[in-house]
């Protein structure tokens, strides 16, 4: 017989650019620098965590291993250097 899927918490940083998943109903072990609002609980399956994060298996093994995953809700943004000089 196999166990039940751990419950996942899904919360959203107050600056909206962060999405943190957590095994512990209130996120005490997500950073505490941003409050966190909680916005859905999911089984820890990939199919299900993949709604939220783009990697789902990459967000269970830190789940597992530190009880937490952090993910950007959108893409980094790399600003390349200015050019020192001209390239004509």
Known sequence: MTEPATDIHV?????GATLGLSVMADGS??????????????PMIAERLALHVTNAHVAMTNLIMRGYHLSRRSAQILRFPEPNRNSS
């Open 11 to 15: 919360f959203v940083a107050s600056d």
């Open 29 to 42: 072990n997500l950073p505490q620098d941003v409050a966190w609002e909680r916005r859905d609980v999911v």
